[in-house]
């Protein structure tokens, strides 16, 4: 019953690694998105998706890289771990892009420790 | 650039009791939405309430309401009558056309018996 989920929930991995989240959603929406939550509990937006399409790309490091096999899906890879990285990354769907007043449905979050 | 800001970092309340979450915002575009989401300690986001800015009449969802003023780009939030399942960090959000989020630093919600 799950709506938005994302795996894993806890990340732990060394600098200069290689990672990657998992988001799924089953809600049939079109639009789906990644936040990071820093220490600070600031929530700021990196991508979002419409229909696989990449429609919102914020300043973010080329380490970072979204993959939106379809809908249902969008991963977040991240190459070569910085220290910086450790935070709480939130994926969330929403029904679709249009007027922009559409509820987004946040799964648990990855929180993401770099040692 | 959109930009909100929440100037309380926490706010304690009593059971039963009334609190208000402040919220001014800056934005150039004539059609947006405003929510406040909530963030429990188990991390969950959710959604509080939801006003759209063309719309005057304030929102409200049972104990939450809203006070929306368009022209002073303020948009608070009330909480009535106050339960210990309402602690939580409170984030004021705004949404462009694109359906991008930009969140408020949050406010710390305590609630004492």
């Known amino acids: 019953d799950t709506a938005v989920s994302q795996t894993p929930k806890y990340l732990v991995t060394q600098m200069g690694n290689d990672k990657s989240i998992k988001c799924e959603q089953n809600l049939g929406h079109d639009t789906m998105y990644w936040y990071k939550q820093d220490s600070k509990k600031f929530l700021k937006i990196m991508f979002s998706y419409n229909n696989k399409e990449l429609i919102i790309n914020e300043t973010v490091p080329n380490r970072f890289s979204p993959k939106s096999p379809d809908k249902a899906h969008l991963n977040l890879h991240i190459n070569s771990l910085e220290l910086g990285d450790s935070a709480v990354y939130f994926c969330?769907?929403?029904?679709?892009?249009?007027?922009?007043?559409?509820?987004?449905?946040f799964g648990p979050g990855t929180r993401l420790t770099v040692l | 650039a959109q930009t909100v800001t929440q100037s309380q970092p926490e706010m304690s309340v009593q059971e039963a009791e009334t609190v208000t979450l402040s919220c001014t915002y800056d934005t150039s575009e004539s059609d947006y939405y405003l929510f406040w989401y909530k963030q429990p300690p188990s991390r969950q986001m959710i959604l509080v309430i939801r006003?759209?800015?063309?719309?005057?009449q304030n929102a409200t969802e049972n104990r939450f309401s809203v006070n929306f003023q368009k022209a002073a780009k303020s948009f608070s939030l009330k909480i009535s009558d106050s339960q210990l399942g309402d602690a939580a960090m409170y984030f004021c959000t705004l949404t462009d056309s694109w359906g991008k989020l930009q969140f408020g630093a949050g406010t710390q919600v305590v609630v004492t018996p």
């Open positions: 969330a769907s929403s029904q679709q892009l249009a007027g922009g007043g559409n509820e987004q449905f």
């Open positions: 006003q759209e800015a063309y719309k005057q």
